[in-house]
């Protein structure tokens, strides 16, 4: 079965960007998604397709994908962004099935 | 705008079934291209894939729980259900309903907390 491999935490100071990384084999190849999830509340797209945004997201949300890793990258980072963050894509090898990634808290010092 | 709600109970006993259901509204549950999914989560955990359902009642499971796992698709109510057998305490999560269109979760439902326990 795929999988994606996501460090567990990534620590920013406000202003800074904040990069999270997802893991796959050749992952480049798929189309990678991101969510942002608060405590308490479901999980938010805030990537599509390796790096499009949703209408609502800010512009500071970007995404990238190559070779063996997609990145999330967040500019100017609020204290609003802390949370955690799940990369997903779809494993096709036979059925069909999404894959997330293990996620990764995002702490803004 | 589309909204999703789970509803079902929050306590199972072991080794019995967990039966949710996920009302669809602000749209057609048949209309456009899109897969309904279930996706639950652990206390403290990441997000597990459980499986999805078309409006054909196409359905694809995760492998890990296709065994005891059944989704359905009733079209006249707008909603669709999750069928889980055989619970045990691993089971206890919180269970979202979502919609996937190419690929990606759009729409969410608040999830819902089962805990199964005797």
């Known amino acids: 079965s795929y999988v994606l491999t996501q460090p567990p935490s990534v620590s920013v100071a406000p202003g800074k960007t904040a990069r999270i990384t997802c893991g796959g084999n050749?992952?480049?190849?798929?189309?990678v998604h991101w969510y942002q999830q608060k405590p308490g509340q479901a999980p938010v797209l805030v990537i599509y397709?390796?790096?499009d945004r949703p209408s609502g997201i800010p512009e500071r949300f970007s995404g990238s994908n190559s070779g063996n890793t997609a990145t999330l990258t967040i500019s100017r980072v609020e204290a609003g962004d802390e949370a955690d963050y799940y990369c997903?894509?779809?494993?096709?090898?036979?059925?069909?099935?999404?894959?997330f990634g293990g996620g990764t808290k995002l702490t803004v010092l | 705008q589309v909204q999703l709600q789970e509803s079902g109970p929050g306590l199972v006993k072991p080794s019995q079934t967990l039966s949710l259901t996920c009302t669809v509204s602000?749209?057609?549950?048949?209309?456009?291209?899109?897969?309904w999914s279930w996706i639950r989560q652990p206390a403290g955990k990441g997000l597990e894939w459980i499986g999805r359902?078309?409006?054909?009642?196409?359905?694809n499971y995760n492998p890990s729980l296709k065994s005891r796992v059944t989704i359905s698709v009733d079209t006249s109510k707008n909603q669709f259900s999750l069928k889980l057998s055989s619970v045990t305490a691993a089971d206890t999560a919180v269970y979202y309903c979502?919609?996937?269109?190419?690929?990606?979760?759009?729409?969410w439902g608040q999830g819902t907390l089962v805990t199964v326990s005797s």
């Open positions: 050749n992952i480049g190849s798929k189309s």
């Open positions: 397709y390796d790096s």
């Open positions: 359902i078309y409006t054909s009642g196409s359905t």
């Open positions: 997903q894509v779809w494993d096709s090898s036979s059925d069909p099935i999404a894959v």
């Open positions: 979502a919609r996937e269109r190419s690929g990606w979760y759009g729409y």
């Open positions: 602000g749209g057609s549950i048949s209309s456009g291209s899109y897969y």
